[in-house]
């Protein structure tokens, strides 16, 4: 049975887990490492990569420190994945971690991602320099860091890698003035569509969390160009139809618990 | 009424006409190009867009002596599209003859593309840099050309502007060791369905041609990685199943002309 999203985490569940999270310091990354820790069983790693050092330390402090699991190691990876260093420093630690990991299960979330300037039209996206460094972000690192993570985990008879990626309703879609994340999300769907067809040993999850109380959504709500839409998502706010991060990553947490979605699937928050 | 697939151009058809053509010089572009520069009426301008300059020239000296209209313009312009100087050639190519163009129709097709290396299965693809090029070349530059051509020919009450995108059924469906492709074709497709709800005024067509007799699919089916895959594209081959690029392109064409499609549409050469 699939536990309830407000069932208690029972700690070590998922035995020996090698766990790496993208976006990690903030929103959703955040409350979804929180929800993970406490499940990751002795011998585990929880591998956390995000751009800024601080607020990332902290929270591998904090789950260090929360006594869910004196064998699980927390990695603080900080990286700039948009940019060309930043993802050779991630993929590097992959690289270093993972083949070294003890056998298990292998977690891979792809959470970190942009928005883009929505303050612009789609007529206003005439610098080439800007739309390839949203790419770069947004998809080339995805794909560079999941092809690295099955190459370096290896495939192992008896272990099994989930590779989730974190998907938005705008992947399926089209939202006006946010030509670069819908286009960027629908690329990422069908980038791990095609990994999910390749490996089928490999279970492969496109989650779009919904809309959740971010710093994103009130970018979203103050800076999107068209002023219905900005209207739009304030309504979201006013009316209280913003998903707690939490609540959302307990979502995810029990779809990967249940492990019954087909994979290369989209599911969203609202489906399930 | 539509004009049927053999119907002959009626030179001058669509009056006064700025075309702008990507990846001109072959396979579906050049067969494009060959049915539109006779129903581009007095005035016209016909841009046309490639890497290679000397199939370009051939293929407008070809148009200009085709005695299909005396007042058409053919225009060439030599631009790796994949490459920063070259895209900045293209749009300032753009930017000098779309302001000056009569007032009239303008219709930009975004065809130039690549299949990227299908020889590598999604586990491969741990190369940034190669990922990036893809994306530069396949997503950004049509984005830009698209944006760019938009604003310089401006919004003038009574003219219309039409923008295809030669899309592809990987935009919709995933294929094995296709990655960068799929989700180069599903990136564009949403980026222009964004386009089609941001500009109302402008008609945005997403087309997919269908499996067609180019080196494109000479490539796939002697190229593929997967075997089975390669035996596919071989048997669409040897079961005569390839569409000649002139049937697909008068398709476009008759879409064109009757255009009743919905702007933003995924519309396949099966479909119609």
Redesign the interface.
């Known amino acids: 049975m699939e536990p309830g999203p407000g069932a208690q985490a029972v700690p070590g569940r998922w035995g020996t887990v090698v766990c790496v999270l993208t976006g990690a310091s903030r929103g959703f990354g955040r409350s979804l490492a929180r929800l993970l820790a406490p499940r990751l069983g002795e011998g585990s790693v929880l591998m956390l990569l995000a751009r800024s050092a601080a607020p990332l330390a902290e929270l591998a402090a904090e789950l260090r420190g929360g006594g869910t699991g004196a064998g699980l190691r927390v990695e603080c990876v900080a990286a700039d994945l948009g940019c060309?260093q930043g993802?050779?420093t991630a993929?590097a630690a992959l690289r270093e971690v993972l083949p070294a990991a003890p056998p298990g299960r292998l977690l891979l979330v792809n959470n970190a991602g942009s928005l883009g300037d929505i303050s612009k039209?789609?007529?206003?996206?005439?610098?080439?320099d800007e739309?390839?460094s949203y790419?770069?972000f947004n998809?080339?690192?995805a794909?560079?860091l999941?092809?690295?993570a099955?190459?370096a985990f290896g495939k192992r008879p008896g272990l099994s890698r989930t590779v989730v990626n974190i998907s938005s309703l705008c992947?399926i879609k089209?939202?006006?003035?946010?030509?670069l994340y819908?286009?960027?999300?629908?690329?990422?769907?069908?980038?791990f569509?095609?990994?999910?067809?390749?490996?089928p040993d490999v279970r492969v999850l496109n989650y779009a969390p919904g809309p959740l109380d971010t710093d994103m959504q009130l970018l979203a709500r103050t800076k999107t160009r068209?002023p219905e839409m900005r209207q739009y998502f304030q309504s979201l706010q006013e009316s209280g139809h913003l998903i707690d991060c939490t609540i959302s990553a307990q979502k995810l947490v029990n779809l990967l618990e249940e492990d019954t979605f087909s994979s290369?699937a989209h599911v969203d928050f609202y489906d399930i």
Chains 1, 2 share one sequence.
């Open positions: 060309e993802l050779r993929v039209s789609f007529l206003d996206l005439t610098d080439p739309i390839n790419f770069a998809v080339t690192s794909l560079c999941t092809s690295t099955l190459q992947a089209p939202f006006k003035n946010w030509a819908c286009s960027g999300k629908a690329s990422r769907d069908m980038m569509q095609v990994l999910a067809l390749e490996e068209d290369g």
